[in-house]
């Protein structure tokens, strides 16, 4: 079985795949304090909980865009698992192309989604994905990343919104019913919210003008997907394991090395 782990700022979504099955799902806090132990005891219970054990586990795949977590999770892997993991990192296989100026840059959780767009949705599309920070990413119709933007998460611009005022509430990120609003918090909701639909749907419609791809698919993944997308008129398909299946596919490109 595949184990990947997608560490994100905020959480760590960990897949355990058979072949193409996705057979275990679990989301955890990314803490940057966890020794390697703490984590592996972790595993260790939540596999015990699915009836299996790390033995059960033949391969690894991390993609990470938490660098000072990395080295605790690989002596995690070693030592637990007794696996070296694969990192998505450049050099391995992806059967994309890259046109980015330096993909180096490129985070490795936007290569596995770009993956997971392509190979499952098919080109041209955009990707979205919702998660500490908002990326979009545009994939033409030979499998090429074209590039993309990045913008502040939704909770992450609330947050900023909050502590950057000083009477401004906290506020639940819930749809309003309306964009105008009565109170303070539905002023709040309406602005994040809404506003967030819309800089998203321009954005969108500005990739497909400039792809020149005015009915591709756009794929959303990420903790706040359904929320925008249930308001969005450029969002056509939500998939939250996006990313994982991605991994899955670049694992298959890779196993034999």
């Not at 966890?34 to 790390?54: C, K, R």
């Not at 392509?118 to 994939?139: E, H, K, N, Q, R």
């Not at 400039?210 to 998939?239: F, K, N, Q, Y």
Request: overall charge neutral; hydrophobic content about 40%.
């Amino acid at each position: 079985m595949l184990l990947t782990l997608d560490i994100g700022n905020t959480n760590i979504k960990a897949g355990l795949f058979q072949g193409e099955e996705l057979k275990q799902y679990w989301r955890l806090s990314t803490r940057r304090n966890y020794t390697s132990d703490e984590m592996g005891v972790f595993f260790i219970n939540l596999l015990g909980h699915a009836g299996l054990t790390t033995g059960d586990v033949d391969g690894i795949l991390i993609s990470s865009v938490v660098p000072t977590v990395n080295f605790t999770v690989e002596h995690m892997c070693r030592d637990y698992f007794h696996r070296d993991p694969v990192l998505v990192q450049p050099g391995i296989r992806t059967g994309i192309d890259l046109k980015y100026e330096n993909p180096r840059e490129l985070g490795s959780d936007r290569i596995c989604n770009a993956v997971a767009a392509y190979y499952i949705y098919g080109g041209p599309c955009v990707f979205i994905d919702f998660g500490t920070a908002t990326s979009l990413g545009a994939m033409d119709a030979k499998a090429a990343f074209l590039g993309g933007s990045i913008l502040p998460g939704v909770k992450l611009a609330s947050e900023a919104l909050v502590s950057g005022t000083a009477k401004l509430p906290h506020f639940e990120l819930t749809m309003p019913e309306k964009a105008i609003g009565r109170t303070t918090v539905t002023n709040l909701q309406s602005g994040i919210i809404f506003g967030y639909v819309g800089q998203v749907d321009y954005l969108v419609r500005q990739f497909r003008r400039e792809m020149d791809a005015p009915g591709c698919r756009v794929v959303a993944t990420g903790g706040m997907a359904r929320l925008i997308a249930s308001r969005s008129e450029t969002i056509t398909d939500i998939d939250g394991l996006l990313t994982l299946k991605g991994m899955r596919l670049i694992w298959e490109r890779n196993r034999k090395d």
